[in-house]
């Protein structure tokens, strides 16, 4: 057989039958004029006879191509970014080896090998080397496979300066210096992916290794930060102990580096042995920082170091896959994290989290968890709420349907039998159900393979003259226009709680029955509260939650109830009014993620308003709610749980902010003040809060310290802190100069679009924001990381007036994202569901808080 030509070759999948076996890379950056040379040696087997190898590379010269030692001809299209190498004479089926010379240019765009900066305590700029490859960007460092099926060694040199640290995947394993630079040369890598190549060069420190079991874990950072990387460590150094524990597998590799880069598009990237991380997600003072600062950063780590498994030692065979390899690692970051620090009860927030896949998961533009992937496009729109949030959240309750142990051993077993491989989704669960005896794939399929969720309604009924339950399921959507399709089922595993005895019944068809061990008794349903769907219960099974019954609810439970009834809100089946009182039952709540649901109702509720009397009446029943909560709290205590802490900032915040408290206001500029001249003085909970508070109040003096602790911050959490309350200010001049600020060098790229994102979200001035970035779109698009586009624009959601929403949708008609086009759809169909809440319940609610008669 021989292969065809690549002119019939798909645009998007390389050809099978030439595949890499090791490659042999060996770069030189020159980091003062942002370039590289490099070759790379490419072992090659060849399956069948063909007469040209077709592979990856963009971005880069070639100059040199040999198929083994003879030169070959080569060309190279742009628009599918392959290298097409046409020998000497015909392949044939064995082995060969490709040797590919080229130049590049270490861009600003952070993707592929790229260039950071930092400036050093003496004033002046260094220049980092780093790279990013995921999804489809190994292809801008050196020609190669870049597709998550054709796994190799690899085998890195760096030729850098004498004066430079070089690090990659692998342990250094020999160095020689000559002529003022340094060769380092990496121990060959385990069978990995492309998107897993990393390599980082420039003045870097690292702090002394922690063994863990014989594999040593330190942090890469820039000079002067040493004294910010013992949480790194410490969480590190855990996780990678409780994941082989997990697991049953040790550690795949020889050392893991956790890599502190100034700039990165992403959180953060699972490069095998050499992971890296913005700033801010690794390196904290837990002097300074909020439970919330330092829980991100436990996350964080324990996501990526779970991947060292679940995604670098077994790898999806192509990106629709994507979402599980990111799912699992939000499933596995929660555990770690759960098991890390208990008392930040981490299952419980995830819940919290949750919500954000459901806000997605309710419109008629959702997607599907899983779906056919061709394009790099197409890969980079699956790095969402629904691959993260969601994915995780059917894992759970998977796991909590199956039990702990049942889905650990599914998961141990799937990861044995598919080491150094590539798998697709059912091979997960496949191996779920062979160690469970559990209809895994029915269940998981029917939640993988088809958009949204359910709403299950619960209702008393007799069966037989004893009491039961009625549970009946269809999709709940935001938008009542759309039709149901009666064929959208799910397997629904509903928890049950009843006369203190919890049962699990699944939920296969429209309906189903179950007895009820005390038909008097309250019930709940989604008891824990892992079910990923909303629940509705009829009059009666409605009013038995009242009252006594709401404070014995477990807090996911009670947080369920909030969400489940502003999602109703939202959806046109409860009045604004209703759900204030609703909320207002609430005053005697004292856990956080209650609070959270809490707040993100009072939030929306204040979107409905404009200023005047009624946004007055609304934020006196917003300290009449909030106020008690707060005073009962009291002061800081050394000896608190760190979720007191918490919900003491929160309710500062929403009290300072949402209820206009000219108290609280006046005391966060005293803590403002108090943070500038002895930061360790300030309970970090309420330095944050009181930094949110003062911008939402201050005025231009405010604006410009606040401005100028972002340039100075003692930590990347202090500056980010500044930094992204400069959008909150009440004024129309300080918003607009936000939006310049961020379109000028001091404002890292990285961060830029988050800032901008939260002017548009600004209550009172998000519409100039908005304006603002459409007239900058161009820059805005040639100077910021693509990924981080339609991040940028999130926030139109918020705008919710029939003005704003046609003029979103004409821009957007005009001006679309190819790489976010259906994150984009889920934010302008979400656009118009707020405006038809506002002017649905605008004037009514308006009414209610201060009647026009009154």
């Given at each position: 057989m021989t292969v065809t030509s690549s002119e019939a070759i798909d645009p998007y999948r390389l050809p099978t039958a030439v595949r890499p076996s090791r490659y042999g890379?060996?770069?030189?950056?020159?980091?003062?004029?942002?370039?590289?040379?490099?070759?790379?040696?490419?072992?090659?087997?060849?399956?069948?006879?063909?007469?040209?190898?077709?592979?990856?590379?963009?971005?880069?010269?070639i100059n040199a191509c040999r198929v083994d030692g003879v030169a070959a001809e080569w060309e190279l299209d742009e628009t599918t970014e392959r290298m097409v190498v046409r020998p000497a004479r015909p392949l044939e089926a064995g082995t060969c080896r490709l040797l590919i010379g080229f130049d590049g240019v270490l861009n600003d765009k952070l993707r592929g090998f790229y260039r950071s900066t930092y400036v050093d305590a003496d004033g002046n700029e260094q220049v980092i080397a780093t790279t990013q490859m995921q999804a489809t960007d190994c292809r801008r460092a050196f020609p190669c496979w870049d597709e998550p099926e054709f796994k190799a060694v690899f085998g890195i040199t760096l030729d850098v300066d004498d004066d430079l640290t070089a690090i990659s995947n692998g342990p250094e394993i020999e160095r020689t210096t000559a002529d003022g630079r340094t060769v380092v040369r990496f121990a060959d890598t385990m069978l990995m992916s492309s998107y897993l190549v990393a390599?980082?060069?420039?003045?870097?420190?690292?702090?002394?290794?922690?063994?863990?079991?014989?594999?040593?874990i330190r942090v890469v950072h820039v000079p002067g930060k040493g004294h910010l990387t013992a949480s790194a460590l410490d969480v590190g150094a855990f996780c990678l102990r409780w994941f082989q524990d997990y697991y049953g597998i040790a550690y795949p590799s020889d050392k893991v580096d956790l890599v502190a880069l100034p700039d990165f598009a992403a959180g953060a990237m699972e490069n095998l042995g050499c992971i890296t991380f913005r700033e801010n997600l690794l390196l904290v003072d837990p002097a300074t920082s909020t439970q919330n600062e330092q829980q991100l950063i436990a996350d964080v780590i324990a996501h990526e170091l779970a991947h060292m498994w679940f995604g670098d030692l077994v790898t999806m065979r192509w990106w629709n896959g994507i979402w599980l390899n990111e799912a699992f690692a939000t499933f596995m970051e929660v555990a770690a994290c759960e098991a890390y620090r208990p008392d930040w009860e981490r299952w419980t927030s995830f819940g919290v989290e949750r919500t954000e896949a459901f806000d997605v998961d309710g419109l008629d533009s959702t997607r599907t968890v899983e779906f056919e992937v061709r394009s790099p496009a197409d890969a980079d729109g699956m790095f969402d709420v629904l691959t993260y949030q969601k994915g995780g959240a059917l894992l759970r309750m998977l796991e909590q349907y199956l039990g702990e142990d049942r889905f650990r051993e599914g998961v141990g077993q799937y990861l044995r039998s598919h080491s150094y491989g590539n798998t697709e989704t059912n091979d997960l669960w496949d191996a779920i159900e062979t160690t469970s005896g559990e209809p895994v794939r029915r269940i998981m399929d029917s939640w993988?393979?088809?958009?949204?969720?359910?709403?299950?309604?619960?209702?008393?009924?007799?069966?037989?003259?004893?009491?039961?339950?009625?549970?009946?399921?269809?999709?709940?959507?935001?938008?009542?226009?759309?039709?149901?399709d009666e064929k959208e089922m799910w397997a629904i595993p509903v928890e049950i709680r009843n006369g203190g005895v919890t049962t699990i019944t699944l939920l296969d068809g429209a309906e189903t029955t179950a007895l009820l061990t005390d038909p008097e008794a309250p019930v709940v349903v989604n008891a824990r509260g892992s079910g990923f769907y909303r629940v509705a219960y009829d009059d009666a099974l409605r009013h038995r939650l009242d009252g006594d019954v709401l404070a014995e609810l477990t807090t996911s439970e009670r947080y369920?109830?909030?969400?489940?009834?502003?999602?109703?809100?939202?959806?046109?089946?409860?009045?604004?009014?209703?759900?204030?009182?609703?909320l207002e039952i609430f005053v005697d709540e004292r856990e956080h993620a209650v609070w959270q649901a809490i707040m993100s109702s009072l939030r929306g509720l204040n979107r409905l308003l404009d200023d005047g009397p009624a946004h007055e009446a609304f934020q006196e029943r917003v300290r009449a709610l909030v106020g008690p909560a707060l005073m009962s709290l009291g002061a800081p205590r050394p000896d608190e749980a760190g979720l007191i802490g918490k919900l003491r900032g929160m309710l500062t915040s929403a009290l300072g902010v949402l209820g206009g408290d000219a108290g609280v206001q006046a005391r966060c500029r005293e803590v403002f003040d108090a943070t500038i001249t002895d930061p360790t003085s300030v309970d970090p909970e309420l330095a944050a809060?009181?930094?949110?508070?003062?911008?939402?109040?201050?005025?231009?003096?405010?604006?410009?310290?606040?401005?100028?602790?972002?340039?100075?911050?003692?930590?990347?959490?202090?500056k980010l802190r500044n930094l992204y309350a400069l959008a909150e200010f009440d004024d129309e001049a300080l918003v607009l100069a936000t939006c310049e600020f961020a379109m000028t060098s001091a404002v890292k790229t990285q961060n830029a679009p988050f800032l901008l994102h939260r002017a548009i979200a600004n209550r009172r001035h998000g519409h100039l924001a908005w304006a603002f970035v459409c007239d900058h779109w161009e820059a805005a698009n040639?100077?910021?990381?693509a990924n981080t586009i339609v991040r940028m624009v999130d926030a139109v959601?918020?705008?919710?007036?029939?003005?704003?929403?046609?003029?979103?949708?004409?821009f957007f008609a005009a001006h679309p994202i190819d790489q976010g086009a259906k994150t984009l759809d889920q934010i302008l169909e979400r656009q118009r569901v707020n405006a038809?809440?506002?002017?649905?319940?605008?004037?009514?609610?308006?009414?209610?808080l201060a009647p026009s008669g009154s």
């Open positions: 890379v060996r770069l030189r950056p020159m980091l003062d004029t942002a370039s590289f040379t490099g070759t790379v040696e490419i072992d090659l087997t060849v399956d069948a006879d063909c007469s040209e190898i077709v592979l990856n590379a963009a971005e880069l010269d390599f980082v060069v420039g003045r870097l420190e690292m702090t002394d290794p922690v063994d863990v079991e014989g594999t040593p993988i393979w088809q958009p949204g969720y359910p709403l299950v309604h619960a209702s008393l009924v007799d069966l037989e003259g004893r009491g039961g339950l009625r549970l009946q399921q269809r999709r709940f959507r935001f938008s009542s226009d759309t039709p149901q369920n109830l909030v969400d489940d009834a502003w999602a109703a809100t939202i959806a046109g089946q409860l009045d604004a009014s209703e759900m204030l009182e609703f809060a009181a930094t949110s508070v003062v911008a939402a109040t201050g005025g231009v003096d405010t604006f410009d310290r606040m401005r100028q602790r972002f340039s100075t911050g003692a930590t990347p959490q202090e040639e100077r910021f990381p959601k918020l705008l919710n007036t029939p003005e704003l929403v046609d003029d979103a949708a004409a038809s809440l506002r002017a649905r319940e605008g004037r009514r609610f308006a009414e209610f």
